[in-house]
């Protein structure tokens, strides 16, 4: 007679099987759960990528102490009396050959030699090969600094004197105004225009801030001044 207490004790090798099956199934299972979980923990990277030449204006939050008047750098051309009028100058001598050089003498040209009449049309170009700058940037040694240093300055100027309006500050309007100018030969900003508006009280209040940009070192092309295009993007921003 077969004791039940001894099957109980001793299990049959069909009960071992599914035991072991159960065992192999946990496995599994816990192996999907762990990679499911390593799966879900991948860090994510951003990236931020912004123009090289574009100034934001961002409202202060709340107002602690009134800002100092901020004072507008006009530039306004140099004015130079008139010489003194003095005793005409005597006629130059008529000029005489030389037969034996063979050269007219009595007319002195200058540093300029023969038939330069220094007659010369003033370019406008994107990129010169002297670009304008700052005389604080400049760096003989590399070009490409300096016209960082002086775009740097540019968007900093540009940045605290732009004034936000309040009506579009508490309407929580903003935009972005695309500015184009030239410095001139001279180095001054001339030409100031908008060619993308946001909306006029903005377009004013970017142009407005062109005017605290002072004078530059003029760009060069070949030696002789020209005349330099700039774009710049200037974003008022509610934050």
């Known amino acids: 007679m077969i004791n039940p207490l001894a099957m109980k004790k001793h299990p049959t090798p069909r009960r071992r099987i599914e035991l072991?099956?159960?065992?192999?199934?946990?496995?599994?299972?816990?192996?999907?759960?762990?990679?499911?979980?390593?799966y879900n923990t991948v860090q994510h990277s951003a990236y931020t990528g912004g123009l090289a030449l574009e100034a934001e204006v961002v409202p202060p939050n709340a107002p602690s102490k009134p800002a100092p008047p901020v004072r507008n750098l006009l530039i306004t051309p140099e004015i130079h009396p008139d010489p003194p009028v003095g005793p005409e100058p005597s006629p130059d001598p008529d000029p005489t050959i030389d037969p034996l050089a063979g050269k007219i003498q009595g007319f002195d040209f200058g540093d300029f030699g023969d038939g330069d009449d220094g007659d010369w049309e003033v370019e406008t170009v994107l990129v010169a090969e002297h670009m304008p700058h700052f005389s604080e940037c400049s760096n003989v040694l590399n070009r490409d600094e300096e016209r960082a240093c002086t775009e740097g300055q540019m968007i900093r100027m540009i940045q605290a004197c732009a004034k936000f309006p309040p009506i579009l500050r508490e309407a929580s309007i903003g935009g972005v105004v695309y500015l184009q100018f030239n410095v001139n030969e001279f180095g001054a900003i001339q030409d100031e225009t908008v060619l993308k508006s946001a909306h006029p009280k903005l377009d004013k209040a970017a142009l407005d801030a062109l005017q605290c940009i002072p004078r530059l070192e003029p760009g060069t092309q070949q030696g002789r001044p020209v005349r330099v295009t700039y774009t710049i993007p200037v974003r008022f921003t509610i934050r």
């Open 20 to 38: 072991g099956f159960i065992a192999a199934l946990a496995l599994v299972l816990a192996a999907f759960e762990w990679t499911a979980f390593e």
